[in-house]
């Protein structure tokens, strides 16, 4: 239950065009949806957070969608460019700062 | 304004043998993480410091890992002896707060091999 599954694995995407990563979660008890993007040899960074209380939230080309009644949250990334190859994660909070990552997604974006 | 510093970057070691990562919050941090993270996962939180006080250590696995945040400013994570399974990045992460969903930085993570 406290698992949080991440599709797909990988993505390729070419330059401008729409990314599209996928988050599944079983706990009702979380209130908190970060995503985190992650280059190589660095640490992860917050990219946007959304809470259950709001259907989207946007945040330049980044935008989060939630379904409360499916228990599902997505990234949509417009316009993709070859500088948002990266992997990224999303992740769930119920608070106490304990966030339960995704497997990730690694975004490459061709250009 | 600096980020979280960690250090070593990298470090190889024969299994059995010890090994100590080192990490420095924000400057104001009071919420200390530190995360495992195998490759091709995403990180796995071991121990959460608030201040000097670890307030979640449940999945630090205890026989072989120890952790300690003195004077609730810089942290230090050992592991003695080092496994194979214990190759991965160990991230260090920090916040303001952890009650309020504060935003967590993280350091760029030591990554660990062991032979």
């Known amino acids: 239950q406290q698992q949080v599954k991440q599709s797909p694995q990988s993505l390729i995407v070419q330059k401008g065009g729409i990314s599209i990563i996928n988050c599944a979660y079983e706990?009702?008890?979380?209130?908190?949806f970060p995503w985190y993007q992650q280059f190589p040899g660095k640490g992860p960074a917050l990219l946007i957070a959304?809470?259950?209380?709001?259907s989207e939230k946007k945040e330049g080309r980044f935008t989060i969608s939630f379904n409360k009644s499916a228990k599902q949250f997505s990234l949509h990334i417009m316009d993709s460019q070859p500088g948002d190859s990266a992997t990224y994660f999303c992740a769930a909070s119920m608070g106490g700062g304990k966030l339960i990552f995704g497997q990730g997604t690694e975004l490459s974006v061709k250009p | 304004e600096a980020g979280v510093v960690q250090s070593p970057r990298y470090k190889i070691i024969e299994k059995k043998q010890p090994v100590a990562f080192w990490c420095n919050p924000i400057?104001?941090?009071?919420?200390l993480y530190w995360y495992r993270q195998n490759l091709g996962q995403g990180p796995e939180l071991l121990i959460r410091y608030e201040n000097e006080e670890a307030v979640d250590d449940s999945q630090l696995p205890k026989d072989r890992f120890s952790a300690e945040r003195l004077k609730g400013v810089d942290s230090t994570l050992k592991i003695q002896p080092a496994e194979l399974g214990d190759s991965a990045v160990y991230l260090c992460?920090?916040?303001?707060?952890?009650?309020?969903?504060?935003?967590?930085?993280f350091g760029p993570g030591t990554r660990l091999t062991v032979l």
């Open positions: 706990n009702t008890a979380f209130d908190y």
């Open positions: 959304i809470r259950p209380d709001v």
């Open positions: 400057s104001g941090h009071n919420t």
């Open positions: 992460a920090s916040s303001l707060d952890e009650v309020t969903h504060d935003t967590q930085y």
